[in-house]
């Protein structure tokens, strides 16, 4: 379609104001769009086809490697983390943490068994001291949760 085409078609066009492309409740009447002037048309070509991604500025994209990982990350705290309704993780390097008590226990009493969980004896999960760390079954959690609860 040629400029002078594409002239004449807008020209010819009927003009639609706010008045006309509403019914009683507000709405937009069937087949009438807010502007479609500026609407996508069929056969039109997108700006990014044949692009693989939007890179607005690769310059200033993370990179992968260790520039922003661990003690080099701009937030590190120590590599110790405290959510308010869990016990403390820490990080285990590769962007990956890991909780605190499970690192103890592994550390001092040695693996634990597949299906296992560790849970702190005196319910205080800031208290990460070997003794107070047990590993039970999720059965047995489940029972003393249920007996608690009663």
């Given at each position: 379609m040629s400029f002078e085409e594409a002239k004449r078609d807008v020209l010819e066009r009927p003009?639609?104001?706010?008045?006309n492309?509403?019914?009683?409740?507000?709405?937009f009447k069937k087949g009438h769009r807010p502007s479609p002037?500026?609407?996508?048309k069929k056969?039109?070509?997108?700006?990014?086809?044949?692009k693989?991604?939007?890179?607005?500025?690769?310059?200033?994209?993370?990179?992968?490697g260790?520039?922003?990982?661990g003690e080099n990350h701009p937030s590190w705290k120590g590599g110790v983390q405290t959510p308010k309704n869990d016990c403390v993780h820490v990080y285990s390097g590769n962007g990956k943490r890991k909780?605190?008590?499970?690192?103890?226990y592994?550390?001092?009493v040695g693996e634990i068994p597949k299906g296992f969980i560790i849970i702190h004896k005196d319910g205080d999960s800031t208290n990460d001291l070997p003794s107070n760390l047990e590993a039970i079954s999720r059965a047995e959690l489940l029972k003393r949760n249920n007996a608690k609860n009663k």
């Open positions: 003009v639609l104001t706010q008045n492309m509403k019914d009683k409740q507000g709405k002037d500026t609407e996508f056969g039109d070509t997108p700006w990014n086809k044949g693989k991604g939007y890179r607005p500025s690769p310059d200033t994209e993370f990179k992968s260790d520039q922003h990982e909780r605190r008590p499970r690192v103890i592994e550390m001092e």
